[in-house]
């Protein structure tokens, strides 16, 4: 059979749950902070979190009937949502304050009124950025995620013959293994950027519930508990950033006030 025991059981059907459980713990946790910069009444990274989500159980359902290709347009979306996410973030710092309380631009795009600029323009604005020069370095040394785009693009737009047949679960294909690895490969690289810049920018997204917990129970809060780190932030820091880019890990952890381990 073309989708055998070893693609069933393959790592990147864990791998995309565990992703999946992170972003809904995050959203959740993050509810409560209000985004600065719009008239939202609430976060609005917390439903973009539980978009992503959701993006992710959709590559998980189509990557388990062997559509490899379609997975791969779907990872695109996912990059996608990751430029965005980063770039709202970064242009409402950049440009919040007591005299500019509301960001036109990123408030329009909120209430459907007007568009976010394309993709290349984001992707260069975050690139550019001053707040974001240590990570951008470690992340681009080489050129790991321009070609993880061009492999989403590739997949995409058809634009080699094999790309049309990683969507066909019913023929023989002897790189099919090779090419679930190299899809699992860059899934844990774009997860890796998207954990590098949300808690470089956002340090106070790691937070556990123990300060406000307290708070809400009538309690003085424990000493210092609002630097305590979510154990679900800890856990990926450990198992993903820790084990594959140590780098990555000790520029976060030496730039935030957080008590990450």
């Known amino acids: ?47 973009m979190y539980s978009s992503i989500k959701g993006t992710l159980e959709s590559i998980k359902d189509i990557l388990s009937k062997g ?30 304050n007591l005299e500019n309380f509301v960001i036109e631009k990123i408030d329009n795009w909120i209430k ?4 976010l600029p ?3 323009i984001m992707s260069q604005y975050i690139r550019k950025s001053n707040k974001l020069s240590e990570i951008n370095v470690l992340l681009f040394g080489d ?33 099919r293994l090779e090419s679930l690895n190299l899809f699992s490969k860059d899934l844990k690289n774009i997860f890796i950027l998207h954990f590098s810049y949300l808690f470089y920018l956002n340090g106070h997204y790691m937070m556990s519930s123990d300060y406000v917990d307290s708070l809400e129970c009538g309690m003085i809060p424990e000493e210092d508990s609002q630097y305590y780190v979510a154990p679900f932030i800890q856990k990926m820091f450990e ?4 084990k594959n880019r140590i780098d990555l890990a000790e520029k976060i952890k030496n730039t935030t006030s957080m008590r990450l381990e």
């Open 112 to 115: 459907g009124k007007k568009k």
């Open 67 to 96: 559509r490899i290709n379609d997975a791969y347009a779907l990872l695109r979306k996912y990059y996608d949502s990751i430029i965005i996410n980063v770039y709202t973030n970064l242009y409402l710092k950049d440009n919040f």
């Open 143 to 175: 050129k790991t995620y321009k070609n993880i785009r061009n492999r989403c693009n590739d997949h995409m737009h058809y634009n080699f013959y094999q790309n049309m047949l990683h969507n066909d679960n019913e023929i023989y294909l002897k790189n």
């Open 239 to 242: 198992e993903v950033m820790k």
């Open 118 to 120: 394309e993709y290349r």
């Open 1 to 47: 059979m073309p989708i055998d025991n070893l693609y069933k059981e393959h790592q990147v059907f864990t791998q995309l749950s565990e992703y999946a459980d992170f972003y809904k713990s995050l959203s959740f946790s993050i509810f409560g902070f209000i985004t600065q910069g719009t008239k939202a009444s609430c976060n609005i990274d917390s439903y």
